[in-house]
């Protein structure tokens, strides 16, 4: 089976700029989350979505955006980039939401890079 | 949400055996203990989950005591190959990770 994909797998945008990743997940997985890894740091949590709908959000600003699909591929959407921007973005599946024993399973995902 | 502690670094050698521990005092009663590693420019990856007592799979053992308040990964005989961050979580949503373990395995 295919693991978690994410695309594009890197990305260089200007300051200002908008810039929109993908994320395909397990088959069968019906919830994704969207997490921003900064050189040096662990993974920080972004974005859940579940059957489509948004479950929970981070303290990120509202720059970022995600959107689900019905085939459970998801988008995540930043605006207006920043520097500090600049960081890996990962993808994870889950097969539930809220299910304590339920692990995420994380793509290897997207290298922005903000100029 | 159960915030975690655990070391920011531990050294080892090839063969050797390397527990890591994660204390998570409040931990809730429906919290499952998961960690994970990963390696530069990977996403991380799923190693062992548990909820109580002891978990072994292929590739680590993960105790958990009765309280719950703590738990110890161990990675038996590590090679250079484990050379890797190590991360403990607790409970399913929202989740952010700490800084994890920065394992080092030398020859």
């Known amino acids: 089976d295919a693991g978690v994909t994410q695309s594009p797998t890197h990305l260089i945008k200007t300051r200002g700029q908008q810039v929109t990743l993908r994320c395909s997940p397990i088959s069968g997985h019906k919830s994704v989350s969207w997490y921003q890894q900064v050189l040096g740091q662990g993974p920080q949590f972004i974005f859940q979505y579940y059957e489509k709908e948004e479950r929970g959000r981070g303290n990120f600003p509202d720059r970022f955006s995600a959107r689900q699909f019905p085939n459970y591929s998801s988008e995540l959407n930043v605006n207006a980039l920043l520097l500090g921007d600049s960081a890996l973005y990962l993808c994870a599946s889950s097969l539930l939401f809220e299910e304590a024993n339920s692990p995420l399973h994380f793509g290897n995902g997207t290298r922005l890079t903000v100029t | 949400l159960a915030k975690t502690t655990q070391p920011i670094s531990m050294d080892s050698y090839e063969g050797q055996e390397v527990n890591i521990t994660c204390s998570h005092n409040?931990?809730?009663?429906?919290?499952?203990i998961t960690w994970y590693q990963q390696f530069p420019s990977q996403g991380p990856r799923f190693i062992i989950q548990g909820y109580k007592t002891k978990v072994t799979n292929e590739v680590a053992s993960l105790f958990i005591p009765a309280d719950r308040k703590s738990s110890t990964l161990s990675l038996p005989r590590v090679s250079l190959s484990d050379t890797a961050v190590y991360y403990c979580l607790v409970g399913a949503i929202k989740l952010s990770f700490g800084a994890g373990t920065t394992v080092t395995v030398r020859a």
């Open positions: 409040n931990i809730a009663t429906n919290d499952y």
